[in-house]
């Protein structure tokens, strides 16, 4: 990674994808967040992110990637479960149960545990990410994030 850039943030989902196409870990910020006050930083996890890195993605990308999965979950064991500062959601939009517990086994493995998890078996995203309002959301996808 040039630079040693760790996470790169974004409001601009284009920039996030190149991003991401370049090996660096992206997050999505949402706009609104602000908007919606809360005790906890809301992080979302889409399953494309885990599961199904970018077509391009590059070994370095992916180990990047995991890298970074991995040191959210050290963050989340120095809060521990209960009354934690940091919420980890994870939604999964393509297959069904199956693909959800498949990506929840990749997060754990990476040390990363989940607060809660909505499997959509293709249904859209968009009414739950409205309702969800993350602060930041890892995902290659960001295009279909509305559909």
């Known amino acids: 990674m040039q630079n040693n850039v760790q996470l790169f943030l974004t409001t601009d989902g284009n920039e996030a994808l190149q991003a991401t196409q370049q090996g660096v870990p992206s997050a999505l910020l949402d706009k609104n967040s602000a908007s919606c006050p ?7 996890f889409c399953e494309d992110a885990i599961i199904q890195p970018h077509a391009g993605s590059t070994a370095a990308s992916k180990k990047s990637a995991q890298s970074f999965l991995a040191q959210l979950g050290q963050i989340r064991q120095k809060f521990g479960m209960f009354n934690s500062p940091v919420c980890f959601t994870l939604l999964t939009s393509r297959g069904g149960k199956d693909s959800c ?5 990749s997060l754990r493995a990476l040390g990363v545990s ?4 909505y499997c959509l078996g293709g249904a859209p995203r968009g009414p739950i990410l409205s ?3 993350p602060h930041l959301l890892l995902s290659d996808g960001f295009s279909q994030l509305d559909g």
């Open 38 to 44: 809360s005790e906890q930083l809301r992080v979302l």
């Open 101 to 105: 517990c498949s990506t929840l086994k």
């Open 114 to 117: 989940v607060d809660e998890a």
């Open 131 to 133: 309702l969800l309002r």
